[in-house]
């Protein structure tokens, strides 16, 4: 069983249109995040989610909407598709550390997002 | 702002060869993590570095957090093409309800047969 897993893995789609990128773990985890993976590589966080609720947002534009329907679900959907949004997009999620305690994320394979 | 600096970011060497790839940060982190990342996968943990000055070894991966908890560094010895990947480092904050884990640009190793 795949314990983190995103559809789809790759999406093509003409500017403007409105996507979705589904996101699920298995893992039990309380958190969850969207990174966004340029094409230089850089990993950057968008948003956390802990137990349903938005913890981070990065400053994203807010064509860019999460939505956790329950704490193993973390679905992101993004309107009015622009060139600059293609990108590799991964869904990851981890224990809540809480307490200090530090704690690994794992990671889904990515969605490869191309706006043409 | 970059938090975290990794160097270098290309790196190419024979199989056999040790390297050491450095991730420098001038902000304090509760922990330091290294990934690796192959193409068209999501980043894998090989091992977290908790502790300020704490060296964990996995196999012939070495693994350094300094004590003043900024800057971290991994070793390899007698590398293998399977170690082949990009090697992320990121460091961990929490507190105040949140709990964020921030990238470095990575390091991009190539290990020729």
């Known amino acids: 069983d795949t314990a983190v897993s995103q559809t789809p893995k790759y999406l093509v789609t003409q500017m403007g249109n409105d996507k979705s990128i589904k996101c699920e773990q298995n893992?039990?985890?309380?958190?969850m995040y969207w990174y966004k993976q340029d094409s230089k590589k850089f990993l950057k966080i968008m948003f956390s989610?802990?137990?349903?609720?938005?913890?981070i947002n990065e400053t994203v534009p807010n064509r860019f909407s999460p939505k956790s329907p329950d704490k193993a679900h973390l679905n992101l959907h993004i309107n009015s598709l622009e060139l600059g949004d293609s990108a590799v997009y991964f869904c990851?999620?981890?224990?809540?550390?809480?307490?200090?305690?530090?704690?690994?994320?794992?990671f889904g394979q990515g969605t490869r997002l191309t706006v043409v | 702002t970059q938090l975290l600096e990794q160097s270098p970011q290309f790196l190419s060497i024979q199989e056999g060869e040790n390297l050491t790839v450095y991730c420098n940060s001038s902000?304090?982190?509760?922990?330091l993590q290294w990934y690796r990342q192959e193409p068209g996968e999501g980043p894998v943990l090989p091992v977290t570095?908790?502790?300020?000055?704490e060296v964990k070894k996995l196999k012939r991966l070495t693994f350094q957090f300094g004590d003043a908890r900024k800057d971290s560094s991994l070793h390899i010895t007698a590398a293998q093409t399977g170690d082949t990947g990009l090697y992320l480092c990121?460091?961990?904050?929490?507190?105040?309800?949140?709990?964020?884990?921030?990238f470095g640009k990575g390091t991009k190793l190539s290990v020729i047969p």
């Open positions: 893992l039990g985890h309380d958190t």
């Open positions: 989610y802990n137990n349903k609720e938005l913890i």
């Open positions: 570095v908790v502790t300020g000055g």
């Open positions: 990851a999620s981890s224990p809540y550390p809480g307490n200090g305690m530090n704690t690994e994320a794992f």
């Open positions: 902000s304090v982190f509760s922990s």
């Open positions: 990121a460091g961990t904050r929490s507190g105040a309800g949140s709990y964020q884990l921030t």
